[in-house]
């Protein structure tokens, strides 16, 4: 009976319990460790000592030695003028594409006056951190999942205006806002995990196809390169050899020949010498005729082919001839012109027959 009257009883209380803890003023760290007035007190720096007389705000005492009346004055708040560091709780809050986050922050506030600050606000560090902690639900309310990793910086900085406009009337200004830690869903975690694996390869694989084009087209400007120096090298190398050694071997012929023609010139106007250039010129013939019908089938002799001695006299004559001083010729002297050759006989017929067959 007595258990479940007590299980009936427990929602109950617990409910009570809940809706006193809602009603209980939040602990005041500002008004902890009143002085007590005895007359002369010494205020340390960086203070701010609120007094009231007789339930009235008096003064403010400054950094050093005061004189107050026992009874009649009274210590009301104690202001710290110095920067103060707030640890925002945890909390959760949707992203503009429907992602819940688990935040936290840090908050840096000064106290810039000490009588808005006492009589503004029942608990001014409650207050700010209430409403830094409603500043970034809604802030980040309006972006997305990925311009809140991105955009921390301005997050931050809108996060801070919103709170000195708000607690200008408090006496307190908020230096900076930090966010500490941003904690995601562990499913969108994944996501974002493969999201960024993604982007990677694909990255590496744009970066490895630049590298591919780049690589060939170093190589097609090496080997242009390389095939205008050649040309210029082989346009060089053939300037020089006409310039130097085939201009050399053909100066060095020439005066070959001239020298042999000297020779020849000299050996002709010995004793005999016209019997030398006839054995020369006949052995010439045979030579010539020795090489006929090995380039073509169709050769054309002369009708007195076998008479080496004609074909003699005629080369021996020419070059008589030529050896001759040139003289003024008249009309009588011209020699009358020598009958053409024969046409060719049956006997080169015949011959064209047996090698076209």
């Not at 003023?25 to 007190?41: E, Y």
């Not at 935040?103 to 029942?122: N, T, W």
């Not at 207050?127 to 931050?156: H, I, P, Y």
């Amino acid at each position: 009976c007595m258990s479940s009257s007590y299980s009936s009883s427990s929602p109950q209380r617990s409910q009570q319990l809940k809706h006193a803890a809602w009603l209980a003023p939040a602990p005041q760290r500002w008004n902890s460790g009143l002085p007590v007035n005895i007359g002369v007190l010494f205020v340390p720096q960086q203070e701010a000592w609120v007094v009231e007389r007789m339930g009235k705000f008096h003064r403010i005492l400054e950094p050093g030695l005061n004189f107050l009346i026992p009874l009649l004055d009274r210590i009301r708040y104690v202001q710290s003028l110095k920067e103060i560091v707030i640890n925002v709780p945890e909390q959760s809050a949707v992203t503009l594409d429907n992602v819940t986050l688990q935040i936290d922050g840090v908050l840096y506030l000064r106290v810039m006056d000490p009588y808005k600050a006492s009589y503004g606000v029942e608990d001014p560090e409650y207050a700010v951190t209430q409403l830094a902690q409603t500043t970034m639900r809604s802030e980040l309310g309006k972006l997305s999942l990925d311009r809140v990793f991105r955009e921390r910086e301005s997050l931050n900085a809108s996060i801070v205006d919103a709170i000195n406009q708000a607690s200008d009337c408090w006496g307190i200004r908020c230096l900076r806002y930090e966010i500490k830690d941003i904690h995601v869903p562990p499913r969108v975690k994944e996501s974002m995990q493969m999201q960024v694996e993604a982007e990677r390869r694909k990255r590496a694989t744009v970066l490895e196809s630049e590298g591919t084009r780049e690589s060939a087209i170093n190589v097609a400007e090496g080997q242009k390169q390389a095939q205008i120096l050649a040309s210029e090298a082989e346009k060089a190398e053939r300037i020089n050899k006409a310039a130097g050694r085939e201009a050399n071997a053909m100066l060095v012929k020439a005066r070959a020949k001239a020298e042999a023609i000297q020779l020849l010139a000299a050996a002709l106007a010995q004793q005999h010498g016209n019997a030398a250039a006839s054995l020369s010129v006949a052995e010439q013939y045979v030579s010539a005729f020795s090489k006929l019908a090995k380039d073509s089938n169709t050769v054309l002799l002369p009708a007195n082919t076998g008479d080496v001695t004609n074909m003699v006299a005629q080369a021996l004559g020419i070059y008589s001839t030529l050896t001759k001083p040139q003289a003024v010729k008249t009309q009588d002297e011209i020699p009358p012109a020598r009958k053409d050759p024969q046409p060719p006989s049956m006997e080169v017929l015949k011959v064209e027959q047996a090698s076209s067959s």
